[in-house]
């Protein structure tokens, strides 16, 4: 396989690749690559954070204010923990697919919750189902304690019925805008009553509040349960042809080429197998098209771990991560709203290109940076004597450049051009580096490379 193409393919299914690694895939065949991708991702390795002290707690237990509140704020803090060990799994995930297409799903069926049970439990299914069967994965999100939290499904009874869940599972994880009628919401709403959870989180059906009369449906009807909604949506071929997109702009191009979402469908709507699907594309002799290389705005989270695969680094202050992801505006296990973070273009704006440009130096070259409360000032500076701003932080992080020494020892300043820039440079561009490759020392010229517009790509 050329090796150009393994570069494009672990960019777009992980988090870039090493120079060593090129060397030994790029010995076999394309096939051979994609199913060893698939290999290593068959097995699902569960994200977890310590929850033992809620082993005891009970209904009763929680009638104490001060307890209550004081869980709380620790259940608050696990899902800090939990989305710090996210960030730190995707470093150097083993199932590397499965982890990248979990970060997918996270900004498909989006959902944020408080309560660590239910947040830990809602993203390990997600990463159980990333590769499996879309219509069972759909129908396991419809019964999560966290999506019904999130989308006020507990609060839909026969007697009051809460369309929220069920508008949004049409619009946003099935079907698209303008596929139903507002009948089709109140019908399939009513199908949905009764959902609920336990303390813990497990799933249970309140009958006395489940609407057990016959709805009518996209043109059916009976005495329809969610899991019979879901079945009837996924016999409409729009909502194979609406994931196909989804995956088509989230891993090949923004702009969406009918002819292959066209097959991708047809692969997709004979028995909704996410793992099918992404084979289908990733053999694709298309995905490796020149017009699909370097094309697409890295994600923030695709920008700081693509960094890590260059030159390992760790944050000394876990909050620091945080504070990070907020600057560049994506926080995981923080969606702004029901519809995810808006992607492509919508990555960059004035502020955030400045922040991103700025931030291999400040993480691999001691600079340091500070900011506004508010999100609307940031600089770099090294005298914070000079400045007075309402929030200052000193972001520090310890540099293994030992491993990036190792890994790029055969490369020349030139060749690391090649090897992390993934589109065309402008002229300007090139002839500076031309001048300073032949100044600069490796690992500077390999922070200006970080630093350039166009590693903003992949």
């Known amino acids: 396989m050329k090796s150009a193409h393994i570069q494009h393919l672990y960019n777009r299914i992980g988090f870039g690749i090493s120079p060593k690694e090129i060397e030994r895939l790029s010995k076999k065949t394309k096939k051979e690559v994609v199913e060893e991708l698939f290999s290593s991702s068959k097995k699902t390795t569960q994200l977890k954070v310590d929850t033992s002290y809620i082993k005891d707690v009970t209904y009763k237990s929680l009638k ?8 709380q704020k620790m259940s608050r803090k696990k899902v800090f923990d939990l989305s710090i060990a996210w960030f730190h799994r995707l470093h150097n995930p083993a199932e590397i697919l499965r982890e990248k297409m979990t970060l997918f799903w996270a900004n498909h069926f989006v959902c944020e919750n408080r309560n660590i049970l239910f947040v830990q439990k809602y993203n390990n299914v997600l990463r159980e189902n990333a590769l499996g069967n879309f219509k069972d994965f759909t129908k396991t999100i419809s019964k999560e304690a966290a999506m019904l939290n999130y989308l006020n499904n507990k609060q839909n009874k026969k007697k009051s019925p809460n369309e ?12 698209g805008q303008d596929q139903y009628t507002e009948k089709d919401i109140k019908e399939s709403a009513r199908a949905f009553t009764g959902y609920n959870h336990k303390m813990k989180g497990d799933f249970f059906l309140r009958r006395k509040h489940h609407d057990e009369s016959n709805k009518t449906f996209f043109g059916k009807t009976g005495n329809f349960n969610g899991d019979d909604i879901i079945d009837i949506i996924l016999e409409k071929k729009q909502c194979a042809r609406f994931i196909s997109e989804k995956i088509y702009s989230y891993f090949v191009n923004d702009t969406i080429n009918k002819k292959h979402i066209d097959k991708m ?9 996410i793992e099918n699907l992404m084979r289908y594309v ?9 017009d699909n290389i370097g094309n697409k705005i890295k994600s923030p989270i695709e920008f700081l771990v693509g960094m890590n695969t260059i030159v390992p680094y760790k944050f000394k202050k876990p909050k620091q991560i945080r504070l990070v992801q907020k600057l560049l505006g994506q926080v995981l296990l923080s969606p702004p709203n029901v519809a995810g ?14 922040t991103r440009l700025r931030l291999p130096s400040m993480l691999l070259n001691n600079a340091q940076i500070a900011y506004s409360e508010k999100g609307d000032e940031e600089t770099m500076i090294t005298n914070f004597n000079k400045r007075k701003l309402r929030r200052q932080a000193f972001i520090k992080v310890s540099k293994d450049w030992e491993s990036f020494e190792e890994n790029y020892k055969n490369k020349s300043n030139k060749e690391l051009i090649g090897l992390i820039i993934n589109t065309n440079l402008n002229s300007g561009t090139a002839e500076m580096l031309e001048k300073n490759g032949e100044l600069l020392s490796k690992q500077n010229f390999i922070i200006q490379l970080m630093s350039l517009p166009e590693y903003q790509l992949c």
Request: glycine letters at 2%; proline letters at 0%; a positive charge.
């Open 164 to 175: 929220n869940f069920a508008r949004e599972l049409m619009e946003l994880f099935t079907l």
């Open 341 to 354: 973070w808006k992607t492509g273009k919508n990555w960059i704006d004035s502020n955030t290109i400045v």
């Open 265 to 273: 469908t047809k692969v997709f709507y004979k028995d909704y197998d």
């Open 282 to 290: 990733l053999l694709s002799n298309w995905f490796y098209d020149s």
């Open 64 to 71: 104490d204010i001060k307890k209550r509140r004081e869980l």
